[in-house]
């Protein structure tokens, strides 16, 4: 079964605010993570990746934070912008050929 | 280099027919992989191959699915005798190599297949 999974379908932020999107794992044995972004009718597109032997990445506007105590990862986005508006999906990379993803989580941008 | 490239975008087959979807993938990159996704669902894995080899195809239906990326020519999912359930879309990404590097794994956008 599955290895990844949200904790919500849907987030709506204020654009300009920050948004916190949330990601759960159950494989204590992962080792690689990756965040993607898909927007409608598009395939999914890379953001930021992570190992485990790490606690943070930072990108371009973007960071993402694992806690492998409790088995949880999250993206960071700063200044919510309306072109972020996409579904976003925590995904788990296995032994480098294939990525596992979770169910996703719907990001709104209000105005 | 223009990604990589699926065809035909939306694909409409009625039941107990067959779908190809086709994909090219960027030059120079020989690694292909197959990904299903359903209505507000994430991707999950089908086949990875390389050229003229299926190297994982866990993620593969036991019937009437196959996959084959030819030394000549792009790769082809086949859906035989499809069913309503198969309607999804179906998305190919490529890599240059294999190993963790997967800022090089780029998907395409993806074949919406429906069945009538």
């Known amino acids: 079964g599955e290895s990844v999974g949200l904790h919500l379908p849907t987030l709506s932020v204020q654009e300009g605010d920050n948004s916190i999107i949330n990601c759960a794992y159950s494989n204590s044995a992962s080792d690689y993570f990756i965040w993607y972004k898909q927007e409608s009718g598009k395939g999914p597109q890379f953001i930021i990746d992570i190992r485990s032997n790490m606690d943070k990445r930072q990108g371009q506007r973007v960071t993402v934070l694992l806690n492998k105590t409790v088995k949880h990862l999250s993206l960071q986005i700063a200044a919510t912008q309306p072109g972020d508006s996409a579904v976003y999906f925590c995904a788990e990379n296995i032994r480098g050929d294939k990525i596992i993803f979770g169910k996703g989580t719907r990001l709104h941008i209000l105005p | 280099n223009a990604g990589v490239m699926q065809n035909p975008r939306h694909l409409v087959r009625r039941r107990g027919q067959e779908a190809r979807l086709r994909c090219s993938p960027m030059?120079?990159?020989?690694?292909v992989y197959w990904y299903r996704q359903l209505p507000e669902e994430g991707l999950k894995f089908m086949v990875y191959l390389q050229k003229e080899n299926i190297i994982d195809e866990s993620g593969m239906p036991k019937e009437r699915f196959s996959a084959e990326f030819p030394k000549e020519g792009p790769s082809i999912l086949r859906i035989q005798q499809v069913v309503r359930g198969d309607s999804a879309a179906y998305f190919c990404a490529n890599s240059q190599d294999r190993g963790y590097r997967v800022d090089g794994y780029t998907f395409g956008s993806g074949t919406r297949l429906t069945v009538v």
């Open positions: 030059k120079g990159h020989s690694h």
